[in-house]
Each structure stands twice: as structure tokens, then as C-alpha cells.
């Protein structure tokens, strides 16, 4: 399994803007799909945001398109996610996953990632 470590979640207003970072080891972003989840206090964890191993094609949950992007970087072997015209209802923890290496299926499906961060919570007051 691969080990991921979120952090940049924080207290802002609405309208603002805050990135996440996910920092993976043990397996290459590059090689797995790695996707973005949110779970708000007292509901299920829900799909945000996922990228393509190989060709980073990215999907997007409908309520987050448009203002928030999923992105990577090799380099550093890390997943970012850019959050911006930040809503209240945007307020829960966040968790970065991975599938296992080269799969690619079912992306807006917790049960898809075999690895899970701790998660980050993100706070937006109106």
C-alpha cells in the first residue's frame, strides 16, 4: 500500500481559495489513480475530484465543477487539489486516495482506493 499525507486544509470565508496537498510514498502518483473525497459532519464520505494514472484525465463530482481542479506532480510525487469560490456547504474533512497500481475504473467509488490519508478539515464560513 502507499502511505499519503494531506495537509493545506484551514478556516476561510467564502469566496476564498485554499490547495491540498497530498504527499504519497511507497507508490508513484504517476502509476496510480488518485482521487479526492469529502465526508461533512454526520454524512458519508463523497466523491470529489480524480485523476488518470498515465494520461492524468481528471473527473470531477457536479457539485465542485468548475471551482475546484486535481492536479499532480511527478516531481515530487504529490496530488494537489485547488479549491476556489470556496462554499459553506464545501466544509468537511478531506481524503486523498490511491487505487492500486494501473487501475482505472470506478473512480467516484470509495470501495476503487486500497490507501487512504488521514484526512484534512477544510472550514468555510459564510
Known amino acids: 500500500q502507499v502511505q499519503l499525507v494531506e495537509s493545506g486544509g484551514g478556516l476561510v470565508q467564502a469566496g476564498d481559495s485554499l490547495r491540498l496537498s497530498c504527499a504519497a510514498s511507497?507508490?508513484?502518483?504517476?502509476?496510480?489513480?488518485m482521487g479526492w473525497f469529502r465526508q461533512p459532519p454526520g454524512k458519508e464520505r463523497d466523491f470529489v475530484a480524480a485523476?488518470?494514472?498515465?494520461?492524468?484525465?481528471?473527473y470531477y463530482g457536479d457539485s465542485v465543477k468548475g471551482r475546484f481542479t486535481i492536479s499532480r506532480d511527478n516531481a515530487k510525487n504529490t496530488v494537489y487539489l485547488q479549491m476556489n469560490s470556496l462554499k459553506p456547504e464545501d466544509t468537511a474533512v478531506y481524503y486523498c486516495?490511491?487505487?492500486?497500481?494501473?487501475?482505472?475504473?470506478?473512480?467516484?467509488?470509495?470501495?476503487?482506493?486500497?490507501?487512504w490519508g488521514q484526512g484534512t478539515q477544510d472550514t468555510v464560513s459564510s
Open positions: 486516495g490511491a487505487m492500486p497500481q494501473f487501475y482505472s475504473s470506478g473512480y467516484d467509488d470509495r470501495t476503487s482506493y486500497d490507501s
Open positions: 511507497g507508490r508513484t502518483v504517476s502509476s496510480s489513480s
Open positions: 485523476i488518470k494514472w498515465g494520461n492524468g484525465r481528471t
